[in-house]
């Protein structure tokens, strides 16, 4: 019981004994009144006392296990029931699929290979529901089986994502992202996987992630891209031929290749003004020189 109305009873119990004492001459009657609002008492006072409030309703903690092309599983923190709702990204809160979930461990089925979507969660709780949990997003596997694109040029963002739909397995030859200066290419996260030669110029990037480098690539040049800070995102891997770096004027360091562990043939940093640091290859052991580098700061590698 609340302990405010707890008081208002004791309150108004008081008046109404002091008010019995000076009307009625009957003091049997007054005793046994005075006993029955002691035992009122004693009842909603116990009754407070063993009453607990009710735990906070905390949004629930969902985490991605396991991700295929049609299907994502999914575990959660929390014990109460939760409602899930999902879309593709973007999509606004009472318009997606929703589900209700009793187990720690849950899947949502029937999603489209290599496509972008939301989650979110709410706990269901006796009185009142949490708070959202979300977005979380998550992107569905490629079909490897799509097979091999034999070179392509992409000029602007549109054939960037038009491409990407496509969900090919592989990229065999050239990959060239931005034919032109100044186009208007800002996200690569719908491009596959390469597996020859990678020319991204003239582009508004600030990241390379959403290639997805499957092998050793041979050659990869980046020029010209104004926004880019750093090479996060291309995941090269052990060894490469030629890395050309050229033009990037706000372009720091060479971050986002920490796996590569050779060049085999030339790396080239040209007209980068911002660019302090060779961060990123602090791994490399094997670099052969060919042209030239502008604004050498340090060698975290052995130069032969």
């Known amino acids: 019981m609340n302990i405010e109305w707890l008081k208002i009873l004791i309150n108004f119990s008081i008046k109404l004994i002091y008010i019995y004492w000076h009307n009625i001459k009957n003091k049997y009657v007054i005793k046994n009144l005075y006993l029955l609002i002691l035992t ?3 009842i909603f006072s116990c009754s407070s006392e063993n009453e607990s409030p009710e735990p906070p309703c905390l949004a629930p903690v969902i985490e991605l296990d396991e991700i295929t092309l049609t299907e994502a599983v999914f575990s959660r923190t929390s014990s109460n029931p939760i409602q899930v709702e999902y879309g593709t990204e973007g999509f606004a809160l009472g318009t997606g699929t929703i589900i209700d979930v009793l187990d720690n461990i849950f899947s949502v089925t029937g999603l489209l290979p290599f496509k972008s ?9 006796p009185s009142l529901n949490s708070e959202w949990f979300g977005p979380l997003n998550f992107v569905t596997q490629c079909d490897v089986n799509n097979g091999v694109f034999n070179g392509v040029f992409l000029d602007n963002q549109a054939e960037v994502d038009a491409f990407g739909a496509l969900c090919y397995s592989e990229v065999n030859g050239v990959l060239r992202i931005g034919t032109s200066l100044n186009n208007d290419i800002i996200l690569l996260s719908n491009i596959n996987s390469v597996t020859i030669d990678i020319l991204i110029v003239g ?16 050659i990869l040049q980046v020029v010209s891209n104004n926004s880019l800070i750093n090479l996060e995102g291309i995941n090269l891997t052990d060894t490469i031929e030629i890395l050309n770096v050229e033009g990037n004027s706000s372009l720091e360091s060479l971050v986002g290749l920490e ?14 003004n911002n660019f302090s640091s060779f961060n990123g290859l602090n791994n490399l052991e094997d670099l052969l020189f060919g042209d030239f580098i502008e604004k050498i700061v340090e060698y975290p590698f052995n130069v032969h």
């Open 40 to 42: 009122v008492l004693l």
């Open 117 to 125: 979507y939301d989650l979110y969660a709410k706990t269901i709780c």
């Open 203 to 218: 582009t508004q990037l600030t990241s390379l992630k959403g290639i997805n480098i499957t092998e050793n690539l041979p």
């Open 259 to 272: 796996e590569l562990n050779s060049i085999t043939t030339n790396l080239r940093i040209e007209n980068c």
